[in-house]
């Protein structure tokens, strides 16, 4: 069993950067996928950024490529997504999640956000033009 939860979330002007944190607590093992997902009013779910935990590879979404950074700490057990040049299109509900027994090459944009394990209960992101 693996719990998740998130911080940092909060409310920004367009350009502003926020670092969201999620606290991973339980086992866990080598080959997991951890990922940030996002889901705004009437918008489908997206994942945003994974991270494989044995080897470190990130993926990204086009849609924040080169403004978001995920990052994992792995002796604080902590996963991060910086955020930069944030923008009102950014507004959304974020969620870290894993996904365990992850084949390295889907992790990075293989699995759908219901391909996850588990998820943690989220946090509020708002820009605001």
């Known amino acids: 069993q693996v719990q998740l939860v998130e911080s940092g979330g909060g409310s920004v002007q367009a350009g502003g950067s926020l670092r969201l944190s999620c606290v991973v607590s339980?086992?866990?093992?080598?080959?997991?996928?951890y990922g940030w997902f996002r889901q705004a009013p009437g918008k489908e779910r997206e994942v945003v950024a994974t991270?494989?935990?044995?080897?470190?590879?990130?993926t990204y979404a086009d849609s924040v490529k080169g403004r978001f950074t995920i990052s994992r700490d792995k002796g604080k057990a902590m996963l991060y997504l910086q955020m930069t040049g944030l923008n009102p299109d950014d507004t959304a509900m974020y969620y870290c999640?894993?996904?365990?027994?992850?084949?390295?090459?889907?992790?990075?944009?293989?699995?759908?956000?219901?391909?996850?394990?588990?998820r943690g209960q989220g946090t509020q992101v708002t820009v605001s033009s």
């Open positions: 991270i494989y935990a044995s080897t470190s590879s990130t």
């Open positions: 999640a894993t996904k365990v027994r992850a084949a390295i090459s889907r992790c990075g944009g293989g699995y759908l956000p219901d391909d996850y394990d588990y």
């Open positions: 339980g086992y866990t093992y080598i080959d997991y996928c």
